[in-house]
Antibody, heavy 120, light 113 residues
Framework: EVQLVESGGGLVQPGGSLRLSCAASGFTFSNYWMHWVRQAPGKGLVWVSR????????SYADSVKGRFTISRDNAKNTLYLQMNSLRAEDTAVYYCVFDYDPKGAAFDIWGQGTMVTVSS | DIVVTQSPDSLAVSLGERATINCKSS????????????LAWYQQKPGQPPKVLIYWASTRKSGVPDRFSGSGSGTDFTLTISSLQAEDVAVYYCQQFYSTPYTFGQGTQLEIK
């Protein structure tokens, strides 16, 4: 079964740091580009970042550029999101997602998400 | 960045009736090289991650009931639920996959009238 399991969320003070992890299983992780999407409480979905399969290319939303870093360890089948200089507006559920179906273009595999709360 | 705007923000439809949600992108999401629209539709129920319904603007994901259909091209798209069922109560999002950032619409809350 194709599965993504996020971890690492929690409560952090403004200005603090947090590292999210996403453990992948059931597919050849190293073949796929991976993404993070977030959702603030009661709000809509926001694409955060993307990394290609061989780690040679990354992309970020303007709202997190310079503060967040996406990375991956293909040997460990794990995706990461290092979040620095956190702000209250970064409070959200963070989902690890990717496009698994080779016939389509959409995020068809989602983790259950990990909650990040930035508050003093 | 491509801005994606949905309408309406909320919608109440009677059981068995048709529901229509619109999605407009600020620039075309049609790739001329393969003639595909890089537009997807998702359904999200409370406490769950989103689930993809439609990709390429009009291709139904395997396992999705055929009452769900997508249409449109270029900048204007529509998600139609032909006969609303109780289990269709959810928030629906469109998303463009044409270029990063892969922007989502703001969402449409669908309820039973």
């Amino acid at each position: 079964e194709v599965q993504l399991v996020e971890s690492g969320g929690g409560l952090v003070q403004p200005g603090g740091s947090l590292r999210l992890s996403c453990a992948a299983s059931g597919f050849t992780f190293s073949n796929y580009w991976m993404h993070w999407v977030r959702q603030a409480p009661g709000k809509g979905l926001v694409w955060v970042s993307r990394i290609n399969s061989d780690v040679s290319n990354t992309s970020y939303a303007d709202s997190v550029k310079g503060r967040f870093t996406i990375s991956r360890d293909n040997a460990k089948n794990t995706l990461y999101l290092q979040m620095n200089s956190l702000r209250a507006e970064d409070t959200a559920v963070y989902y690890c997602v990717f496009d698994y179906d080779p016939k389509g273009a959409a995020f068809d595999i989602w983790g259950q998400g990990t909650m990040v709360t930035v508050s003093s | 960045d491509i801005v994606v705007t949905q309408s309406p923000d909320s919608l109440a439809v009677s059981l068995g009736e048709r529901a229509t949600i619109n999605c407009k992108s600020s620039q075309s999401v049609l790739y001329n090289s393969n003639n595909k629209n890089y537009l997807a539709w998702y359904q999200q129920k409370p406490g769950q991650p989103p689930k993809v319904l439609i990709y390429w603007a009009s291709t139904r994901k395997s396992g999705v009931p055929d009452r769900f259909s997508g249409s449109g091209s270029g900048t204007d798209f529509t998600l139609t639920i032909s006969s609303l069922q109780a289990e269709d109560v959810a928030v629906y999002y469109c998303q463009q996959f044409y270029s990063t950032p892969y922007t989502f619409g703001q969402g449409t809350q669908l309820e039973i009238k």
